[in-house]
């Protein structure tokens, strides 16, 4: 998740507009109202919604938006959206698999074709890249909240399959399937995660250079600006001197 993580980074040094903000709200709501209504309203009993809700928290989106979306999934005349899939391959050979929920297809597939067209990729057919990923569940911790050892310690106990520790914090990885049950145990030991989801994980990662890294980043971040795209993940690593330049 190198590439990703990365330019999520970025985004977050650049800042966010009102408008910017506003849109991410907006999807972060479709989200909630989703889970809540495929599932309970109650996240203590919806694993899916408690992830809504801590990614909602995490971008410090209002108590009450994020009461008014779960209270908004009960309502008789909720729009009926569908989660979609999208992948294709961004300049230089990034693997890229998209997210998204709407409430028409056609429109939406539409849009995420012209934005790889647009930014030097092309959209695939489903399958064609996630085989270079895995999905599983993945519970982020800030790094002050245990040692490296004691969270290792922790999340093997609990059932996880893996983790990773450095400066940035701990992402303690699970199968789709154990997310909830995982989270909980650590959720229990060292309070609420600042992130537990599921995700796209690359199962290796591949180095561009400072060109294309610029041009896989724009085409995600043109993605990230459709109203129905929810998630992009990508299989790419750019380099510090890129992270800098479009940090400053």
């Known amino acids: ?62 108590k009450d938006n994020i009461e008014r979306a779960i209270k908004k999934s009960q309502g008789a005349d909720t729009e009926s959206y569908d989660a979609i899939r999208y992948e294709g391959y961004a300049p230089g ?18 849009e995420v074709r012209a934005i790889f067209t647009k930014n030097g990729g092309n959209l695939a057919e489903t399958g064609a890249v996630s085989f270079m990923f895995s999905h599983v569940g993945v519970i982020e911790y800030d790094a002050e909240v245990a040692s490296a050892d004691a969270m290792l310690e922790a999340a093997i106990e609990a059932g996880a399959e893996d983790v990773i520790a450095d400066a940035n914090g701990h992402q303690i990885f699970t ?9 909980k145990a650590l959720e229990a030991k060292f309070g609420e995660p600042r992130k537990a989801a599921l ?50």
């Open 1 to 62: 998740m190198a590439g990703h993580s990365q330019f999520k980074n970025i985004m977050h040094k650049k800042g966010r507009a009102d408008k910017a903000r506003s849109k991410l709200f907006s999807k972060l709501a479709r989200e909630i109202t989703v889970s809540a209504k495929l599932g309970l309203p109650d996240p203590a009993f919806n694993p899916r919604l408690r992830a809504a809700i801590l990614a909602a928290k995490a971008e410090n989106m209002p």
């Open 93 to 110: 050979g990034v693997a890229v698999i998209v997210e998204a929920l709407t409430d028409n297809r056609n429109r939406t597939a539409g």
């Open 175 to 183: 199968t789709p399937d154990t997310l909830n049950e995982v989270a």
């Open 199 to 248: 995700t796209w994980k690359p199962q290796n990662t591949i180095a561009v250079d400072d060109e294309a890294g610029e041009k896989v980043l724009k085409l995600i971040d043109a993605l990230d600006e459709s109203d129905d795209v929810q998630n992009v993940y990508a299989n790419f690593e750019v380099s510090d001197a890129l992270v800098q330049k479009l940090s400053a």
